[in-house]
């Protein structure tokens, strides 16, 4: 069996969301009261944790928990954290310094190359061009477009409708297990679970395969060809 498409999520799988944060919290005492004591890095550290474990069920859980951890001397307003967050994504973004060496090497192993992100259009976009990213896929879905947000199985299958292929040829490689790994496996695809946020939800399946860094994908993706192949 031959894999003819890798489709990407963009948060912790190619832009390094860690790196970013760590970048703009140096911003944090410009735009908010800061706590006497509390230190870039450690604004840096709780905000890391905060987006692994609370950014999927909301920025306001975020902000909740920088608030109970004692970042601020008065917690901002939502909708003023918000702006912020907005604002600074829109001018800071770390990229994996593999991501670009690995998608030119998957095309020129001959596979498409797509992304499927959650979030605003605006917002991704900047991202990508922040990352020098945008012309590097094929074909790109932003879920604040077709109003589909993952795990839906529909934007994924989306992603197969533009390439023209079946899901059972395509690999979704993403940082999530809810919203990445289950989602595209409910879909068909075959699934790389890219292991930089944390450990792995033990209520889902695991993924066909793991990988530390975006440079371990192709060989990833290798082994599961050979797996369907040998079978």
Same mark, same amino acid.
């Given at each position: 069996?031959?894999?003819?498409?890798?489709?990407?999520?963009?948060?912790?799988?190619?832009?390094?969301?860690?790196?970013? +944060? =760590?970048?703009?919290?140096?911003?944090?005492?410009? $735009?908010?009261? !800061?706590?006497?004591?509390?230190? %870039?890095?450690? /604004?840096?550290?709780?905000?890391?944790?905060?987006?692994?474990?609370?950014?999927?069920?909301?920025?306001?859980?975020?902000?909740?928990?920088?608030?109970?951890?004692g970042?601020?001397?008065?917690?901002?307003?939502?909708?003023?954290?918000?702006?912020?967050?907005?604002?600074?994504?829109?001018?800071v973004?770390?990229?994996?310094?593999?991501?670009?060496?690995?998608?030119?090497?998957?095309?020129?192993?001959?596979?498409?190359?797509?992304?499927?992100?959650?979030?605003?259009?605006?917002?991704?976009?900047?991202?990508?061009?922040?990352?020098? +990213? =945008?012309?590097?896929?094929?074909?790109?879905?932003? $879920?604040?477009? !077709?109003?589909?947000?993952?795990? %839906?199985?529909? /934007?994924?299958?989306?992603?197969?409708?533009?390439f023209s292929?079946?899901?059972?040829?395509?690999?979704?490689?993403?940082?999530?297990?809810?919203?990445?790994?289950?989602?595209?496996?409910?879909?068909?695809?075959?699934?790389?679970?890219?292991?930089?946020?944390?450990?792995?939800?033990?209520?889902?399946?695991?993924?066909?395969?793991?990988?530390?860094?975006v440079q371990?994908?192709?060989?990833?993706v290798?082994?599961?060809?050979?797996?369907?192949?040998?079978?």
């Amino acid at each position: 069996m031959r894999i003819k498409a890798v489709i990407f999520d963009l948060d912790h799988t190619l832009f390094d969301r860690h790196g970013t +944060l =760590r970048e703009v919290a140096k911003q944090f005492r410009r $735009s908010f009261r !800061v706590k006497e004591g509390v230190t %870039d890095e450690k /604004i840096a550290r709780l905000w890391c944790y905060a987006d692994d474990h609370f950014v999927y069920d909301g920025w306001k859980y975020v902000l909740a928990y920088l608030a109970e951890n004692g970042v601020f001397e008065q917690v901002p307003p939502y909708d003023e954290y918000r702006s912020f967050v907005y604002e600074n994504f829109a001018k800071v973004a770390v990229r994996f310094e593999e991501t670009i060496p690995t998608l030119l090497l998957l095309k020129k192993r001959g596979c498409a190359i797509g992304l499927i992100t959650n979030g605003n259009h605006a917002l991704q976009y900047k991202k990508l061009d922040l990352l020098g +990213l =945008r012309d590097a896929f094929d074909e790109i879905i932003v $879920s604040g477009d !077709v109003m589909v947000d993952k795990p %839906d199985s529909e /934007i994924f299958m989306m992603m197969s409708e533009k390439f023209s292929l079946p899901p059972s040829q395509m690999v979704y490689v993403g940082d999530n297990p809810r919203n990445d790994i289950a989602g595209a496996r409910e879909a068909g695809y075959h699934t790389i679970w890219m292991k930089s946020t944390g450990t792995w939800d033990s209520k889902i399946s695991p993924p066909e395969e793991t990988v530390e860094r975006v440079q371990d994908v192709p060989a990833a993706v290798e082994r599961i060809e050979r797996r369907f192949s040998d079978a």
